[in-house]
């Protein structure tokens, strides 16, 4: 299928991506967009009636460890060095009014 793009259509795609381009740039996008049209169009005529829907190319699997806690709870340990403590957290002076 041919993929025509107009002018008005690169202008508008220029206004949305405002971009100021010029005459070659634009004749240059025209043919660009046209070519990946036309890919599209290769790829949409694909027989895939039993290629099952993926995310990835390749397997992917979580990499990440599991959240454990080995420090534990330092609070008391932390709060030894405030000056000034309550209710478990630093008391600090009054930045606005």
């Known amino acids: 299928m041919a993929n ?3 002018d008005e ?3 508008h795609v220029g ?3 405002k971009l100021a381009l010029s005459t070659e740039e634009k004749e240059q996008a025209k043919k ?3 070519r990946m049209l036309d890919y599209i169009d290769k790829l949409a005529a694909l027989d895939t009636t039993n290629i099952e829907p993926m995310s990835h190319v390749f ?3 979580n990499v990440f460890r599991e959240d454990v806690v080995t420090n534990g709870d330092e ?3 932390i709060l030894k060095n405030a000056p000034v403590e ?3 957290m630093f008391v600090v002076p009054k ?3």
């Open 75 to 77: 609070s008391k340990k």
């Open 15 to 17: 206004i949305l991506t």
């Open 32 to 34: 660009d967009m046209s």
């Open 86 to 88: 309550k209710d478990n």
């Open 4 to 6: 025509v793009i107009t």
């Open 59 to 61: 397997p992917v699997q």
């Open 95 to 97: 930045t606005f009014d």
């Open 9 to 11: 259509t690169i202008e």
